[in-house]
């Protein structure tokens, strides 16, 4: 292979490479169609079922009504009064909240999509002590009452049940009645609460009480819960082998395995923002939250995949071109493009397959039905069955490496970064005696051979005919 068609064919290959990349593009752009078609089908379900929940509470509040009479003096000298009423509610968190509960998983489907729900059961219980209250002047003041807001109410399975100082408390929804609207100190609606249960403690004055609520809530996928009092224990279970521990606040102790998970968090007021974001009414609050993810997650897993996808064609196509230098065998650009198209159609089939079976299982046919073609392929283009089985066996060297970086994402930089390591290292050792010049210089004393130039005059060839052509040079400058 002489210098003008060793250069021509690495342009070639490039050529050939940007082509596979772009085909890999359009691999990517589909696996990312179907995480889009996956996120419809998830809220689709959450619009029939219910969406992801979160529950704030409960909150002891007090509404009042303050009347302010003023005087004041016209032009005229004559006095009036003027009697204003302000109404509104003041609020006492727990001093101590501990919320423990199970999340029962299940599974909907939306055609080919799978959505983790869940029932969750769980008993809140707090402890508020309230204060004298902190308002001075003409007050009159309304029904206090325990607050919860939950973040869909479609979700409540059943009546929620509550009891107070060891006594039933009905719960009802937090829409003013009629009846309440017209009453002169209604209760109102704080922080977006849609249910409430009503005290038996006289309107205005301190004291303590102990609430146990007892509530069965359907969502979908994530589950939240504020730490709204001075001290917080939550504690969660479930079936679900792969939670996602997300919000501010992560469990401070775990238990996660193939039978389910268990997670306790300890979180102080001193610690958490939550009771001054919901006063504020701001948009974001404090949580802590659990998310039922899948195991495996078969778009993420491929995508991450086709991004090695380019690493893959460029190390088959680098071994391809070793072999022209080393073997002297032609490997035509059609052969090339074949190749770095079957290797492309891999990661489509796997994102395929991995909709309908498991994704090992869909990365197990799927390198299969591509390794077996490619071998078979190879043994007709290198014609010898010997190189066509050790290039499938290197590419079933490089399949079982890419699964196992993607099932490791803990060490998936450490191994791929060894993987290269390796791969140059085994390029370096290979070609360490190659002559890359030599094999221009053999090529031409080849051709010399066949013309007949004996062989004391074709090591010193190239050399007499620069000599020979510097000469004639030199006579024409005279």
């Not at 051979?449 to 006579?475: D, F, Q, Y």
Request: charged fraction near 15%; charge should be positive.
């Amino acid at each position: 292979m002489n210098k003008a068609a060793l250069f021509f064919k690495l342009f070639i290959v490039g050529i050939f490479s940007f082509i596979i990349v772009i085909a890999l593009l359009f691999v990517m752009n589909v696996i990312s169609d179907r995480q889009d078609y996956r996120d419809q089908a998830r809220k689709q379900i959450s619009a029939s079922y219910a969406t992801s929940q979160r529950v704030v509470g409960p909150v002891f509040i007090q509404p009042y009504r303050i009347t302010t009479t003023t005087e004041s003096v016209d032009e005229h000298g004559v006095k009036h009064k003027d009697v204003r009423t302000d109404d509104g509610t003041y609020s006492v968190f727990p001093a101590q909240l501990s919320i423990q509960g199970t999340l029962k998983p299940d599974i909907r489907r939306h055609g080919l999509y799978r959505v983790p729900v869940y029932e969750f059961s769980g008993s809140f219980v707090a402890h508020f002590n309230v204060p004298p209250p902190p308002l001075k002047g003409d007050v009159s003041y309304g029904i206090p009452y325990l607050a919860i807001a939950i973040q869909d109410s479609r979700g409540i399975v059943g009546t929620p049940a509550i009891q107070v100082n060891g006594a039933p408390i009905a719960v009802q929804s937090a829409e003013l009645t009629t009846a309440e609207q017209d009453n002169p100190v209604h209760p109102g609606i704080p922080y977006g609460s849609n249910l409430r249960a009503l005290l038996p403690q006289i309107p205005g004055q301190p004291g303590s009480l102990d609430a146990v609520i007892t509530l069965s809530l359907d969502g979908t996928q994530d589950f939240s819960l504020v730490p709204l009092g001075g001290t917080n224990h939550f504690e969660l279970s479930s079936p679900w082998p792969s939670p996602l521990f997300e919000g501010q606040f992560l469990p401070r102790t775990r238990n996660i395995s193939s039978a389910g998970f268990t997670a306790a968090w300890d979180v102080s007021s001193l610690a958490s923002g939550a009771q001054n974001q919901l006063t504020r009414g701001a948009d974001h609050v404090d949580s802590i939250s659990v998310s039922l993810s899948e195991l495996i997650d078969p778009y993420s897993l491929a995508n991450r995949a086709t991004k090695y996808g380019i690493l893959f064609v460029l190390l088959t196509f680098g071994g391809f071109f070793m072999f022209e230098v080393l073997r002297q065998m032609r490997i035509h650009p059609i052969q090339y493009l074949l190749v770095g198209f079957c290797l492309a159609v891999f990661f489509l089939l796997l994102v395929s397959i991995s909709e309908h079976i498991p994704f090992g299982a869909a990365y197990l046919v799927s390198s299969v039905a591509c390794i077996g073609l490619l071998t078979y392929y190879l043994v007709y283009v290198l014609k010898n069955r010997t190189y066509g089985l050790s290039f499938g066996a290197i590419l079933t060297t490089l399949y079982a490496a890419l699964y196992g970086l993607l099932i490791s994402e803990d060490n998936a930089l450490l191994l791929g970064s060894l993987l290269l390591f390796f791969i140059i290292a085994v390029m370096m050792l290979v070609t360490r005696r190659v002559d890359w010049y030599q094999r221009t210089r053999s090529r031409r004393l080849s051709r010399l051979e066949r013309m007949g130039v004996p062989s004391s005059l074709r090591a010193s060839g190239g050399a007499s005919n620069r000599r020979t052509r510097r000469r004639r040079s030199a006579v024409r400058v005279r």
